[in-house]
T-cell receptor
Framework: DTGVSQDPRHKITKRGQNVTFRCDPI?????LYWYRQTLGQGPEFLTY????????KSRLLSDRFSAERPKGSFSTLEIQRTEQGDSAMYLC?????????????????FGSGTRLTVV | GQNIDQPTEMTATEGAIVQINCTYQ??????LFWYQQHAGEAPTFLSY????GLEEKGRFSSFLSRSKGYSYLLLKELQMKDSASYLC???????????FGRGTSLIVHP
């Protein structure tokens, strides 16, 4: 397993279009997180899955945003009717059931992100 | 909610030591992470503290005082490649969701 994969790396879309991003977590991790990051800010939490169950959603996640993790493996994040304010880096992270992942490391491995630009 | 405060930017000289402070307020406490993030890249794990005291890992050390809601990251023998943003991320009690501060942009110059 090579880590958390996100696709695409970059997405440019016109305002009003729908976009969907995919995240493939580390296979043995049962927790998956979506964050959004804008320039000069830290990552902001959007939503969190444990297996296929979406357990928490941030107030930042408007009705235009929806996330799924249908089989408890990969996840998708869809943004409908994109707005310019949606332009950001969308980061996915995964973690195991236990915080300690062994070898002095702790869970929460991040993917490289999808950079969304809405024009 | 959580309040996380860390300096926006710091500069230091190659070979020097720098300390990046973080103060936080959480509902309960389940540990605190430090992450490093180079421009345009994903955050990478540096340290996790759940008990008071100093944890040393090579050139990087992290300190925690739970009673004061305070942590710092200490970087020794700075290298140019250490120029990055350093993110403090506490976990609330019973939570598995790190909340990130805005990060401290560290600039290391020759």
């Amino acid at each position: 397993d090579t880590g958390v994969s996100q696709d695409p790396r970059h997405k440019i879309t016109k305002r009003g279009q729908n976009v969907t991003f995919r995240c493939d977590p580390i296979s043995e991790h049962n927790r998956l997180y979506w964050y959004r990051q804008t320039l000069g800010q830290g990552p902001e939490f959007l939503t969190y899955f444990q297996n296929e169950a979406q357990l928490e959603k941030s107030r930042l996640l408007s009705d235009r945003f929806s996330a799924e993790r249908p089989k408890g493996s990969f996840s998708t994040l869809e943004i409908q009717r994109t707005e310019q304010g949606d332009s950001a880096m969308y980061l996915c992270a995964s973690s195991p059931r236990s915080l300690f992942a062994g070898q002095g490391n702790y869970g929460y491995t991040f993917g490289s992100g999808t950079r969304l630009t809405v024009v | 909610g959580q309040n996380i405060d860390q300096p926006t930017e710091m500069t230091a000289t190659e070979g020097a030591i720098v300390q990046i402070n973080c103060t936080y307020q959480t509902s309960g406490f389940n540990g605190l992470f430090w992450y490093q993030q180079h421009a345009g890249e994903a955050p990478t794990f540096l340290s996790y503290n759940v008990l008071d005291g100093l944890e040393e890992k090579g050139r990087f050390s992290s300190f925690l005082s739970r009673s004061k809601g305070y942590s710092y990251l200490l970087l020794k023998e700075l290298q140019m490649k250490d120029s990055a943003s350093y993110l403090c991320a506490p976990l609330s009690g019973g939570s598995y969701i790190p909340t990130f501060g805005r990060g401290t942009s560290l600039i290391v110059h020759p």
